[in-house]
Nanobody, 115 residues
Framework: QVQLVESGGGLVQPGESLRLSCAAS????????MGWYRQAPGKQRELVAT???????NYADSVKGRFTISRTNTNNTVYLQMNNLKPEDTAVYYC?????????WGQGTQVTVSS
């Protein structure tokens, strides 16, 4: 059974940082491309960042220079380091794993940025 379990969300003030983690099980993690997506209330789910199995990264323009995606294949975990958080970053953040026709999602973790 495939599981993607996100953690690290919470309530922070603007300008602060959070680090999200996503622990994967039930898949050969190293061969999957991994990603972070987010969904704010009333909005569609959007891509935040992706990382290929080779380590190439891609970011949404809104987070470039503030967020960093990384992965550790030895412990089947993908991370999202989020710095200089803004109120518009408030959303549920979801982890995603993709390999060919296979796509898996985590249950999400809430990030709220508010003063």
């Amino acid at each position: 059974q495939v599981q993607l379990v996100e953690s690290g969300g919470g309530l922070v003030q603007p300008g602060e940082s959070l680090r999200l983690s996503c622990a994967a099980s039930g898949i050969i993690f190293s061969i999957y491309a991994m990603g972070w997506y987010r969904q704010a209330p009333g909005k569609q789910r959007e891509l935040v960042a992706t990382i290929t199995r080779g380590g190439s990264t891609n970011y949404a323009d809104s987070v470039k220079g503030r967020f960093t995606i990384s992965r550790t294949n030895t412990n089947n975990t993908v991370y999202l380091q989020m710095n200089n958080l803004k109120p518009e970053d408030t959303a549920v953040y979801y982890c995603n794993a993709v390999k060919s026709a296979y796509t898996y999602w985590g249950q999400g973790t809430q990030v709220t940025v508010s003063s």
